[in-house]
């Protein structure tokens, strides 16, 4: 993590802003250590987690219809549903992975350029709220796939979705993928596993903001709680104290942690076409493409 931050003194003014408002927030990026890179890769496999096999259907019916020289990928993590993408696009010259956990990312470059010897492959290390790099050869496809965005307030998916576009040239296109709004047991299900991986993924990020700032977060102090907030349209993720904690952050002063009060990790917004088509063209983008798996409720859209 510390690879792509701006310093410990920049990580921990974050930490302590987070953790001093009234609902007390990190960030769902300092997940990503190897660790929670490699619980998120578990989670994907599981049979709750529908997200997974619904977009890997859509992509296998979508990417033969997508023609370009550059695949860039945000949040790109082990790629393993953008083998479908590389193995369809016969055009392709470049892939481009985008992820913020530096060893993972080239765990997965290394794969890629043994599986793929003609394709060059250039991972970067980088936060994506920073945006996404140029393309090194047009047209460009640039994919944002497990409904990542859905982690994003809607502001903050305008924005990041227009720096985006920024990077985009005519011919470039977006291909995103959007979890839909749906039964309230499925999604309930599917970030409440039974196996209780995605409650260790969840206390994961503790340890990782414990580690950059060299102190304690307990996270054997917490519960992971995950429920589905009708009135935003989202699933909210939360670590929940069991016990009173102080935490002190360092060049900031004392964290109090009340037992029964909750540290909110992420959202993943659930979305309908409206709302993400209006997301979109705040950011400068008009959707070209809309496929849904009817099943699961999920969509992949392209848009330019």
Known sequence: ????????????????????????????KFFYDQRGSLLFEEITKLPEYYLNRAERGLLHAVAPTLV??????????????????????????????????????EETAA??????????VQPIVADITDGAPAAPARPALYAFLGSTIGNFYDDEAVSLLSKIRCRMKPGDRLLLGADLVKDHALLDAAYND??????????NILYVVGRELGVDFHPEAFEHLAFFNAEAGRIEMHLMATRDLCVNIPEHGSVYIRHGESIRTEISNKYDRRRLTAIL???G????????????????????
């Open 1 to 28: 993590m510390t690879e792509t931050m701006n310093g410990t003194s920049a990580i921990a003014a974050e930490i302590y802003e987070g953790l001093s408002r009234d609902q007390k927030e990190l960030s769902p």
């Open 68 to 105: 370009a020289s550059t695949l860039v990928e945000l949040g790109a993590g082990s790629a393993e549903k953008t083998r479908i993408l590389l193995d369809a696009m016969s055009e392709l010259k470049a892939y481009v992975p985008v992820d913020v956990s530096a060893a993972f990312l």
């Open 111 to 120: 794969r890629l350029r043994e599986e793929y010897p003609r394709l060059r």
């Open 194 to 203: 039974t196996r209780g991986v995605t409650a260790e993924f969840n206390r």
């Open 281 to 283: 063209g705040s950011a």
């Open 285 to 304: 983008m008009r959707v070209t493409m809309w496929n849904v798996d009817e099943r699961h409720g999920y969509a992949l859209v392209v848009a330019e």
